[in-house]
């Protein structure tokens, strides 16, 4: 399955004046598949999802999404490309409601004025197609939610626009573990549903419970790219902390995306 | 608690429909959450009239309930400009003077340079409009805390009213016209159509809402409470006409004195178009959204600076209109129009009514019923003869009690996790 990746990056490189903080990056995210991006702070995982959502511009490098060669400049580019990203901060307003959160910027309208039942409609639909039923009232306020609840708008809010690829960034950093396990469940969800996702996380568990692949940045290089099933937990914090284990990583120096991605396709077949 | 469903699945909800008894939970439970929205409002409005009413009868006279609207309208105009520049939990205090620099601009096209009414009032509402985006640039894009631009335009906005009066001159506004608006009344058959039209088109609103929703199979309130809120505001309208369109004239020989003031409808038409702007246009939305968490309309595509800028450009433009109101109440200009208890009056009505300082949270409508309280306060207070020093301390209690209201009714919020 997913022979070929919705988004593939090549060779991106991004400087911050004399910091270079990535370095011949490449990256690729699979529909129906989850990606876990991991690298300890500093080693770059925000500033590529920020060049992929198009907030930074790179210095070098190409996308390439469904095939199609493209550049992003601006959120707004990636929002028409279908891609998504929910902030590791939330990005919901607290006096508004689930269905005012979930269209916020990008309201229906009739003429001018606001089309309310239609988005209440999609919006409800849209939590329909992700199992959710946790929310007592599409009309509460955002501040009356839990945690997990709070995440799960933001997610769905990143769903509603037909999005094609959606970047988590550490969706469960704030959360118990009940709610933990419930935004996990949902982010694999979205996967099955033919979404592809990319999930950044510092949790090992989680990313052990919900990944297909595991991409590990160091020093802002992508060390290694392959299969969950093809890594073990100690490697990946190796990855993490060293750069290399074993064969992977740096020491290889046959490329980072090479590694895992030819074999595992062939060992591993269908995750889900 | 909570007898409405736990789940919610899809359009086709199954939640059993609100009936009145969980509405009313409902809202009971929210106000005991520190949602109170206007209930101090209304119920200050209640328990002060009642008091003026006993210790002066002629508080309760249609003379004096007719006075109560001239005196508070301009107050009312300006805080509810006041309530988009504090939705954003930004502040202008730079309207009572913003209201006063467009008054003397008004008295000088109309009287000194003799043009039209019309033209005068335009004068006047540009005027606004160019210190609103003058504020508005200051604290959107230079950066500066609302609260010092806005202090600054205080005391340089009292300096051009001086100005624009040649050194403390009174002007007077003599055109019939501009004078009829605080001091002239409808024809009551007028009123009565305006209050007939009002309750058709606000009923037409709400059952056409409730039938577009009930046909999608979305949760609705209970239809007896929809029917409730029409009745209710029949009553208050029908009341209120009822007792404007009375005779108030101490000789009828001398002269007929009856009728709803003509600043009523014009409150009344600005209050419609401004809570439609606030609640059913994408633009009122997102005043809410850059209010309650900048960062995440910033997110979602808002241009947030765009928005900073405008609501100080209404702020400024509806002191504007309160500044005409004013001129025409005290039929001049005078260096002290929008000066002294102005400003604090119009803050103080808006935060009464219950919008917050904190920003994010508030309506127009709460304006008008703050509005209402401070005009109630000052009237009685005067009619049982304080001093204005006694007034002054009064009021800034109050507005005191408003704004500690808006603190613990919050803090009462992010505890029960509700707002």
Known sequence: ?272 | MSTTAVTQEGPAAVAPAPTVGTHVRDYWRRVRGGDIGALPAVAGLLVLCTIFSIMRPSFLTAGNFANLFTQGAAVTLIAMGLVFVLLLGEIDLSAGFASGVCAAVLANVVTVLGYPWYVAVLAAVFTGLVIGTALGFLVAKVGIPSFVVTLAGFLAFQGVVLLLMEEGRNISVRDPVLVAIANRNLPTALGWALAGFAVAGFAAVQLLRYRKRAARGLINDPLAVVLGRIGVLALVLGLAVYVLNLERSRNVLITSLKGVPIVVPIIAVLLVVWTFVLKRTSYGRHIYAVGGNKEAARRAGINVDRIRISVFVICSTMAAIGGIVAASRANSVDPNTGGSNVLLYAVGAAVIGGTSLFGGKGRVLDAVLGGAVVAVIDNGMGLMGYSSGVKYVVTGVVLLLAASVDALSRRRASATGNR
């Open chain 1, 1 to 272: 399955m997913s022979a070929t990746p919705l988004l593939e990056l090549r060779g991106i490189d991004k400087s911050f004046g004399p910091v270079q903080v990535l370095r011949n990056v490449a990256l690729s995210a699979y529909p129906g598949e989850v990606t876990a991006l991991v690298g300890d702070n500093g080693a770059g995982k925000s500033t590529l999802v920020k060049c992929i959502s198009g907030i930074h511009p790179t210095d070098a490098g190409e996308f390439v999404f469904d095939g199609q060669p493209v550049t992003i400049n601006s959120p707004r580019d990636a929002a028409a490309l279908g891609i998504e990203v929910v902030y590791q901060d939330l990005a919901l307003c607290d006096n508004l409601d689930i269905v005012q959160n979930m269209f916020l910027g990008r309201e229906k309208r009739n003429g001018i004025v606001l089309d309310e039942p239609t988005m209440e409609q999609m919006a409800a639909e849209t939590l329909a197609g992700l199992s959710v039923r946790t929310v007592k009232s599409l009309r509460q306020h955002v501040s009356s939610l839990s945690g997990g609840q709070r995440q799960t708008v933001a997610i769905a809010k990143a769903v509603l626009w037909n999005s094609k690829l959606v970047i988590l960034d550490e969706p469960t950093a704030a959360l118990g573990v009940a709610q933990t396990a419930q935004v996990l469940e949902l982010v694999r969800r979205l996967a099955d549903n033919g979404l592809a996702v990319v999930l950044i996380s510092h949790n090992m568990n989680d990313v052990f419970a919900v990944s297909d692949r595991i991409a590990a940045l160091y020093l802002g290089q992508m060390v290694a790219q392959v299969r969950t099933t093809d890594i073990t937990h100690a490697q990946v914090v190796e990855l993490i902390t060293a750069g290399r284990s074993g064969g992977l990583g740096l020491a290889a120096d046959t490329g980072a995306n090479g590694n895992g991605a030819a074999p595992s396709d062939s060992t591993t077949g269908g995750v889900s």
